[in-house]
Every structure is written in C-alpha cells, then in structure tokens.
C-alpha cells in the first residue's frame, strides 16, 4: 500500500518545497500528487511548454525520498484554449454555457478539437516524464464528469448531438429499429432522418421526456466519457514505464441532480450515477476514486470500486484527511491513500479547504 497526499509546489515559493519535502518524509507520506491543475504552467502558451519548473520540485521531493504520482492537467484548460475555441464549454439543459473560464472542468469530453489538444499536453507529458524514476503513477484528468463541478449532470452542446447519432448508428440497425425501440410512435415522435435527432433537454414544466431516448443519452454520455479516459490512458502508454495508470472518480449524488438542488440533498447517498465506473476502469491499471465522504457513502462506493476487478485492486487518489476517512478505505481493502492536501491554499476558489 502507499501513501501520497495532494501538493501543488505551483502554489508556493521553491524556498518552501524543500520544507514541505522533508515534513511529508517525516509524516511517512511516500508520494506527492503534483500537476492537476497545472495546465497554464505547463503550457502558457500554445504549443510552448515548460516543465523546467515541476522537474526542480520532482527532484526536491525526491532528495527527501518523496516520489510523485503525476496528473495531467485537462480539467482546466488554459485562458488562451477557451479563448480560441469556446465551443469546448459544456451546454447545460437548457441550451445555455454551463462553465466559464473561471471555473473548473470547463470543458466537454465529447467535444473534438478538445481531443486534439489533449493529445498534445498528454503525449508532451508522458514523453517528458514516462521514464521518470521518481514518477510512480499518473492520475488522468480530476474528478472526470464530476457532477458538483459541472454544475449539472451532462452536457448537451453540438458535439454531444453529433457523437449521439454516431453512438445511435452503432447501437441501432436503422432508425426504424430505432423507432420501435424507444416507441416514438406515442406523442408523434418518430424519425424519418438521423439529421431530425435531437438531445432530451428540458422542456416546459411539467412536461415529460421520452424515458429510453433519456436512458440512450445517459449511456452515451457514459460511454464518452469512457472514450475520452481510453485517449488519456493510450497517450500514457506510448511512453510511460513501471508507471501506472489511473484517476480519481468523482461520486455523484444519487439522483440527475443540478448544483442549485444540492443544498436539499446534501445528506443524501453519493454513488457514481453519471457514467459508468465499471468501463472508465477498463482503461485503468486499478480504479480510485476522491474520497470526500464518511459513514454508509463512503463504504457503498469503497465497496462498489473493489468489486470491479477481479483482484479487488483500487485506491483513494484524494479524500478527507481524516482518521475516519482513512481507516474506511483501508479497511476495504485500498491499496494506497492520498489524501488532500498537504497546505491549506492561500487563494482561490479553494481558500480554506484542507
């Protein structure tokens, strides 16, 4: 089993990473998770990359006998990225910009020209640091199609529409397999062309939604987000060695819950109700999962995780700090622990977490 904790040497001046270094060493802590967020430090500018700067905390963490578990950064894309492409924000249900610049996870998986610079910072990262005696593992992304930081279950931009009719192609024959399946005869609703589909939004109040065109899109957006965690982990494998690979599921509150609902559900039971774990992990050398939960939540999802390979391998990749939180996953069985984080942030949305 190891032991990391979440730091950002980003956030603080050089002069305290060898404090921080040799304090983790002390507290037995085996590995520092850097990079997550790191994105408009690793590449300021399109195409510019500078790693200069996390190999001089790499190395200090080393010296100290810390090693590093290595994320890449596509859960917040840079300003300039946004400002080029804005199509990448995700589209709530209502047709309006879920996420702005500003915020995390910004962007939409589905969403093609966010592939390509993906595969651009991934495969710069994984060249750079693949071989890396220090590096231990890789944690793709942050809390990949996290409800609470989207703001809302899904996505319903452009490219959702067009990667669903792809996905709809490949499940369904014709569209009139189509038709007969979800019953589109009742309230008009067939198609005669793949052009006529049309994403379930939000209608008036009150009004319903066929529920298998809902179910196909929820297993779409599952499925792309599958898709989009295989792209990571592909790029990794071109060039990583002894490292390996996994990320930090996000568990969504039971139910297609928006961000204004929350406050009403908050002792609700969280549990991975968005995509599916089970194939984001077909990807992963072992699933993990962001462990900010106590009590029956956190053992239903501890339990969920190991039940999905055959060796009952996972790990907490982020979490609560304390006892409870840890013992909990530990007793399940997790083969690391990483809590968040190593200091409390001085700025930001965060200021005051620990």
Known sequence: MFLGIAYYPEHWPKERWPIDARLMHEAHIEAARVGEFAWSRFEPREGQYDFAWLDDAIAVLADAGVKTIMCTPTATPPAWLIHKHPEILPVDANGLTARRFGARRT???????????????????AEHYGKNPNVIGWQIDNELANVYALGQARCYCDSCRQGFIAWLKGRYASLDALNEAWGTVFWSQEYTDWDQMVLPQRGTAGEGLNPSHVLDYYRYFSDSWADYTRLQADLLRTSVVDQWISTNFAAGLAGDLGRADFALYRGSVWFPCVVDWRKLSESLDFPAWSSHVSGVAASMCADYLRGIREDGRFAVLEGGGTRMRSYQPIAHGAIGLSPFRWRTPLFGAESGVD
């Open 107 to 125: 962007y939409c998986a589905s969403v093609p020209v966010y592939h390509e610079y993906t595969r651009k910072i991934v495969t710069a990262m």
